[in-house]
T-cell receptor, first 113, second 114 residues
Framework: QQQVKQSPQSLIVQKGGISIINCAYE??????FPWYQQFPGKGPALLIA?????SEKKEGRFTISFNKSAKQFSLHIMDSQPGDSATYFC????????????FGQGTILTVHP | DGGITQSPKYLFRKEGQNVTLSCEQN?????MYWYRQDPGQGLRLIYY???????QKGDIAEGYSVSREKKESFPLTVTSAQKNPTAFYLC?????????????FGPGTRLTVL
């Protein structure tokens, strides 16, 4: 029940295209859903996060869509750039496990110029 | 500059040896975490600590040990009991504040067992 399932494992997009990464969770107690971006050899960095009281959050070219009834959330990267090539992780946590994140398996995004 | 530092960046260990990975933060964060990262498996929680002198096992604690004697420091020891220790190890911290679960990660230590 603690799992977060992420898909696809890898994604190739042309420059200017839209990248979409999906995550699904089972634990209905989860109430915080961040996305992290990781470049090779570096630690992950918070990209954008959402709480279930909203269905969408946008920051620049990055948008999280959240579907509470389906227990799914997704990351959309508009106008994808080669510099966006990285590994993306979704994660989830609940107030009962303060700060303890459960991560998805990761998606390797490659944006071709 | 505030942040999380991990050392060393690369570490090589012979089988049967214990090694200690360093993690230091000057963000004044209460909570600290250790993760292991393997290709295709995401980040798996090893240990976490929410306050000084207290820590809890994560999902894959076997073969690892930690201490939290200071707020700023959370070292991880990989013992000889860890069967497959070769991995990328990440330390993170977060502040105990309602509504904020953001974890900040260090640059990682890549451990290789020879």
């Amino acid at each position: 029940q603690q799992q977060v399932k992420q898909s696809p494992q890898s994604l190739i997009v042309q420059k200017g295209g839209i990248s979409i990464i999906n995550c699904a969770y089972e634990n209905t107690a989860f109430d915080y859903f961040p996305w992290y971006q990781q470049f090779p050899g570096k630690g992950p960095a918070l990209l954008i996060a959402i709480r279930p009281d909203v269905s969408e959050k946008k920051e620049g070219r990055f948008t999280i869509s959240f579907n509470k009834s389906a227990k799914q959330f997704s990351l959309h990267i508009m106008d994808s750039q080669p510099g966006d090539s990285a590994t993306y992780f979704c994660a989830a946590s609940s107030g009962t496990s303060y700060g303890k994140l459960t991560f998805g398996q990761g998606t390797i995004l490659t944006v071709h110029p | 500059d505030g942040g999380i530092t991990q050392s060393p960046k690369y570490l090589f260990r012979k089988e049967g040896q214990n090694v200690t990975l360093s993690c230091e933060q000057n963000l004044n964060h209460d909570a600290m975490y250790w993760y292991r990262q393997d290709p295709g498996q995401g980040l798996r929680l090893i240990y976490y600590s929410q306050i000084v002198n207290d820590f809890q096992k994560g999902d894959i604690a076997e073969g690892y040990s930690v201490s939290r004697e200071k707020k700023e420091s959370f070292p991880l020891t990989v013992t000889s009991a860890q069967k497959n220790p070769t991995a990328f190890y990440l330390c993170a911290s977060s502040i105990e504040r309602e509504g904020t679960d953001t974890q900040y990660f260090g640059p990682g230590t890549r451990l290789t067992v020879l």
